[in-house]
């Protein structure tokens, strides 16, 4: 059974940073491709970055040369590297899998960015 687990959500001031981590579990997902979406309250969900298993990486414009997905397949783990945090950054983050015809999500973690 495919499991996503995030972690390193929390309240930030504006300009900080923090690194999100998702945790999977329950099949090989070296081969996968890896994806962080947010939603923020009364918003669609939107892709934020995504990373393939040969590591090719595309952001969101609004995220470009701010945030860095990352993976290490050994612990079958990705990250997310916010720097120069914003207050429209303030979503529910959610790790997603696509295996074939199925999309697997975690249950989202809430980064709260201040001003």
């Known amino acids: 059974q495919v499991q996503l687990v995030e972690s390193g959500g929390g309240l930030f001031q504006a300009g900080g940073s923090l690194r999100l981590s998702c945790a999977a579990s329950g099949t090989r997902f070296s081969i996968y491709v890896m994806g962080w979406y947010r939603q923020a309250p009364g918003k669609q969900r939107e892709l934020v970055a995504r990373i393939t298993g040969d590591r090719t990486t595309n952001y969101a414009d609004s995220v470009k040369g701010r945030f860095t997905i990352s993976r290490d397949n050994a612990k079958n783990t990705v990250y997310l590297q916010m720097n120069s945090l914003k207050p429209e950054d303030t979503a529910v983050y959610y790790c997603?899998?696509?295996?074939?015809?199925?999309?697997?999500w975690g249950q989202g973690t809430q980064v709260t960015v201040s001003s």
């Open positions: 997603n899998v696509p295996i074939g015809p199925e999309q697997y």
